[in-house]
């Protein structure tokens, strides 16, 4: 595969797993260009124009050509100064490593990364929360997450990349739109009856499973194994945390569960009050698991993968999952 296939690879699984529906996803680009043809030229100049066809900010080509052909990628959770300097060691053993995927965004993919907190309003609302309610909430922690972003180090690990001459991709959003969509379905098919039915469902998938073995697997951190869910809702996707008041209004939204990749400080307590069971998936087995699907895809079109940086790396293409 060329980078450019392996970055439309993530796009294309990303909008067919995204909790918007396709539909609508390609709306929005469709919207997007449009404020793109009205703006002035001067600040035309300006406009982000990968996002014209690109609707996830934090996956990103960050550095390299798109035309570089990939045998062999390394994939991590966090890239940092740290994995670019051990892929360049490991390629000086021989490994012959032509692109580093990070999976949480650096550079301009962390810069705008609030932007892929818009998606969080369809979620929320799909779970019972009235769409303008969401919206405008999401719209005041998106300006925190970004405020709270350009003040950091943005593009260290960007540069580098280029100093080592290592070619440098992102794919954030996607791998947790397929996480979220493979959590989706199966509780929508199981109909779990108990809230140990969903525990045993996550500890039954091997990258939860072996973070158990590290003593982070799934936890319960409210609510009993014997109370009935209710409604469920997956809460893995769409950037970062959409923070605690938009998570005040889902015992009104009528939800029963929520089964999240993370949990914020406060979060807990405000779930707490409002008698909604929740199930602390786990964080770095969450996003192994739809980062899983997406490396599979790659593995079966003969990209080589090496998974380091917090990524357990279990494959379901035997399985023909
Ligand atoms: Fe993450």
Redesign the pocket.
């Known amino acids: 595969m060329r980078i450019w296939n392996i970055y439309q690879q993530a796009i294309d699984m990303g909008i067919g797993s995204d909790p918007r529906g396709r539909e609508a996803v390609l709306e929005s680009l469709r919207d997007r260009q449009a404020d793109y043809h009205a703006l002035p030229e001067a600040e035309a100049l300006h406009f982000d124009k990968e996002m014209l066809h690109n609707p996830y900010p934090d996956t990103r080509l960050l550095y390299g050509e798109p035309t570089t052909t990939v045998r062999h990628v390394f994939m991590g ?1 966090d890239i940092g100064p740290a994995e670019l300097m051990l892929v360049d060691r490991l390629n000086q053993q021989g490994a012959d490593i032509d692109l580093v995927i990070a ?2 965004p650096e550079g301009i993919a962390l810069t705008t990364l609030a932007e892929a907190m818009a998606l969080q309003t369809d979620m929320f609302s799909c779970c019972g929360v009235a769409v303008n309610v969401a919206e405008q909430i999401l719209q005041g922690e998106a300006e925190k997450t970004t405020v709270s972003i350009v003040v950091e180090n943005y593009n260290r690990s960007v540069d580098m990349a280029r100093l080592l001459n290592l070619p440098f991709m992102c794919v ?1 959003t996607p791998t ?1 739109n397929l996480v979220q969509q493979f959590w989706e379905q199966r509780f929508a098919a199981a109909a779990p009856r108990r809230i140990s039915e969903i525990m045993a469902m996550l500890e039954a998938e091997p990258e939860y499973a072996e973070a158990h073995k590290y003593a982070a697997g799934p936890m319960l951190l409210a609510g009993s194994e014997r109370n009935r869910p209710g409604k469920i809702m997956v809460d893995m996707t769409g950037g970062t945390d959409a923070g605690p008041t938009l998570y005040g209004k889902l015992e009104q939204a009528g939800v029963g569960t929520i089964v999240a ?2 949990m914020s400080n406060g979060t807990l307590e405000i779930l707490q009050k409002q008698h909604i069971n929740v199930i602390l998936a786990g ?2 087995s ?2 192994s698991l739809g980062i899983n699907l997406f490396l599979d895809a790659l593995e079966a079109q003969g990209v080589k993968v090496t998974a380091g940086s917090g990524l357990t790396r279990f494959s379901r293409l035997e399985q023909g999952a």
């Open positions: 959770i999976h949480h954030h947790d990749m993370h964080h770095m969450s996003d």
